[in-house]
Structure formats: C-alpha cells, structure tokens
C-alpha cells in the first residue's frame, strides 16, 4: 500500500483536497494510468497496478468518511480494471517452450527459471528461499518468506503464502547440482538458494 501510495496517488493527488476530488476525475486518471502510465518511463500500468491505486484511494477516502471530513467516496462509483487471475493457455509456455528456454539459460538465471516453472513460485518468493527451506530427499520447498523492495520479509502477504510444495525430481538434481556449484559460505542452511 505505501509504494502504491507514494508511487501513484501523492504524485496526482498529494495537493488536491479530497472534497475537491470527484469519481469523474478518478475516471480519467485510471485512463491515464492504463494508456500511459506515471512519470519517469510513461508506461502504461497494468491492469491489476491500476485496481491496486484505486482500492488504496478507496481505503483513504473510508477514513476520511469515517473521521467526517468527507461525506462520500468517489473511488466506489469507478469501476476497476478486471484482473485476470490465471494466464490463458494461448499465454502460458509449452513444454516445447521451456525445454528450449532452459537450453539457453544458465547458472542463476536456469534455477530461477526452473524453480518458477515447476513450482509457480513467486519471484520474490524465489528470491527469499533459503537452503533450510529445501528438503532435497524428501523433495519438498517450504515457502514462508519473500524477497521485496530490496529486503527479506520473513512472512507472505497472507497465511495462505505460507506453504509447502513438492518438487519433481529434476528440479532436486538440478538444486543439488546448484547446491555444489556454490562457494561453502553460500551453502549453509541460513543462506539464500539464489543470493
């Protein structure tokens, strides 16, 4: 919510009162947002980025109402961008697909890929997964931490972030061969699986 925050609503509506703001400006700023984005790449924000400003909005105009500065929330009469949850297949990569993916990858970049497609690990989960959290004989991944905004956190989103999932048994060769690859310091059970 703070890099929501800091990122797309104080930089467009830092200076505006919020008695000054209607729904039909919201409107056009969700437009801006998905066309061209903020300000230094003007690119286009995806669709899941633009629902996340406007529930973050939504939830300060809900404290607003509730400390009686303002009577009504603009941000519930705009309709938010619908996310899709999952990829579609035409979107997702083959199996064809990622064997010729994984021949031109190498080193850290392979078991990031290979993690992620086997397990559907987040990448700042990827990133926070440390060798204790990796049973290669029982062939199991415990994710309980995340890599985000250049720190671990030693907890997901959610409870539901917290889980265990199973690993094929060529992603076990391939960690235990990355395991061995790695200097003895970057073996150790606190250390990260890809530092």
Same mark, same amino acid.
């Given at each position: 919510?703070?890099?929501?925050?800091?990122?797309?609503?104080?930089?467009?509506?830092?200076?505006?009162?919020?008695?000054?703001?209607?729904?039909?400006?919201?409107?056009?700023?969700?437009?801006?947002?998905?066309?061209?984005?903020?300000?230094?790449?003007? &690119?286009?924000?995806?669709?899941?980025?633009?629902?996340?400003?406007?529930?973050?909005?939504?939830?300060?105009?809900?404290?607003?109402?509730?400390?009686?500065?303002?009577?009504?929330?603009?941000?519930?009469?705009? &309709? &938010?961008?619908?996310?899709?949850? @999952?990829?579609?297949?035409?979107? @997702?990569?083959?199996?064809?697909? #990622?064997?010729?993916?994984?021949?031109?990858?190498?080193?850290?970049?392979?078991?990031?890929?290979?993690?992620?497609? /086997?397990?559907?690990?987040?990448?700042?989960?990827?990133?926070?997964?440390?060798?204790?959290?990796?049973? #290669?004989?029982?062939?199991?991944?415990?994710?309980?931490?995340?890599?985000?905004?250049?720190?671990?956190?030693?907890?997901?989103?959610?409870?539901?972030?917290?889980?265990?999932?199973?690993?094929?048994? &060529?992603?076990?060769?391939?960690?235990?061969?990355?395991?061995?690859?790695?200097?003895?310091?970057?073996?150790?059970?606190? /250390?990260?699986?890809?530092?």
């Amino acid at each position: 919510y703070e890099s929501t925050l800091t990122l797309y609503i104080l930089p467009r509506w830092g200076a505006v009162k919020l008695t000054d703001i209607r729904a039909g400006m919201l409107e056009t700023w969700r437009n801006e947002l998905l066309e061209t984005g903020v300000e230094p790449d003007w &690119k286009p924000l995806g669709p899941s980025t633009v629902r996340k400003a406007l529930l973050v909005l939504g939830i300060l105009y809900r404290y607003a109402m509730r400390d009686h500065i303002v009577t009504v929330n603009p941000a519930s009469f705009v &309709k &938010k961008p619908s996310v899709r949850t @999952r990829k579609g297949s035409d979107e @997702r990569l083959t199996p064809e697909q #990622l064997a010729v993916l994984f021949t031109h990858c190498t080193g850290r970049t392979r078991i990031v890929v290979r993690i992620a497609a /086997s397990t559907g690990m987040r990448e700042g989960e990827i990133f926070g997964l440390r060798w204790r959290d990796v049973d #290669l004989k029982g062939r199991l991944m415990h994710v309980c931490r995340q890599y985000t905004h250049g720190e671990i956190v030693e907890h997901g989103k959610t409870d539901a972030a917290s889980r265990d999932i199973g690993i094929d048994s &060529k992603l076990a060769a391939e960690l235990s061969a990355w395991k061995l690859q790695q200097k003895a310091e970057r073996r150790e059970d606190d /250390s990260l699986v890809v530092a």
